[in-house]
């Protein structure tokens, strides 16, 4: 294991991670809504990539002092932690773990680099997926020629253990999979989940079709422990909506880490 590539994905993840939580917050509406621009109290969301990307806090909230009886010293400050309006820890610590892991298992061939620039999309479209069950197109389609591009690059240089070819061909495989349990079960499969198989189905079948079938089932397999736990603890039924694009994310996740570790 190479401790130098290990570090740099730690620091990568963290770096990425970090600067994802506004994001998902921008991202996380109901269909038809338009993009958040504005903090819950109102105030326009500044800063890098033009208010989109940095931690999910307010600094107009995190000054701003409550009403309390009797007023308030001149000067005083909020409360610390005031003028945060989304989590901010789950999403950057699970970035840095996915892309550790992957860095490891890959190694320093070609495509590690590939696994750490789609990882931070990834886990950014499970946290809005988690909270609002929706995957944008907005990244989901960029995703998917991302895959496609990057693993292209990675194709020409040497020491590569995959086949673009393969991606290709797992993409157009794993993403018709799911146009098919789309267009037998509406209600039970999102539009959504379908455009974020392309994406993965590239990603695993650049391992070959046993990698594709290990994260593909694994995404399922995920899936059916979660609900099935929901509905031990009397929180769900069968009729009960899931967010999928998680399971599905950290199926192909698994996958990638055979897959690099076969390699």
């Known amino acids: 294991m190479d401790s130098t590539l290990i570090a740099v994905a730690a620091l990568w993840g963290a770096a990425a991670g970090l ?23 109102g105030h326009a969301l500044t800063g890098p990539g033009r208010g989109w990307l940095g931690p999910a806090r307010c600094a107009a909230c995190a000054v701003a002092v ?14 610390a932690g005031r003028g945060r309006y989304a989590p901010a820890v789950a999403v950057p610590v699970v970035t840095v773990l996915a892309c550790v892991a992957l860095a490891a298992a890959t190694g320093t061939r070609p495509e590690a680099v590939v696994w750490l620039l789609l990882a931070p999309v990834a ?11 929706r995957l944008p197109d907005t990244l989901t389609l960029p995703l998917a020629g991302a895959a496609v591009a990057l693993l292209g690059g990675a194709a020409l240089l040497p020491e590569h253990a995959g086949s673009w070819s393969s991606a290709l061909l797992g ?12 267009r037998i079960n509406p209600d039970g499969m999102g539009f959504g989940d379908v455009k974020l198989a392309l994406a993965l189905g590239v990603a ?27 509905m031990v603890m009397r929180r769900a039924g069968r009729r ?22 076969a390699a």
């Open 19 to 41: 600067l994802l939580p506004r994001a998902a917050y921008r991202f996380s509406v109901e269909p038809e809504e338009p993009w958040r621009d504005a903090c819950p109290a």
């Open 204 to 230: 695993l079948g650049w391992y070959g079709w046993a990698v594709l079938f290990a994260g593909g089932f694994a995404g399922f397999l995920f899936g059916a422990l979660y609900g099935a736990g929901l």
């Open 66 to 79: 409550p009403a309390l009886p009797g007023g308030s010293a001149p000067g005083a400050r909020a409360p």
């Open 240 to 261: 009960t909506g899931i967010p999928f694009g998680p399971f599905m994310i950290a199926g192909a996740l698994t996958g990638l880490l055979l897959g690099g570790l």
């Open 123 to 133: 886990v950014l479209l499970a946290a809005i997926d988690r909270r609002v069950h």
């Open 171 to 182: 993409g157009v495989a794993l993403g018709g999979f799911y146009l098919l349990l789309f």
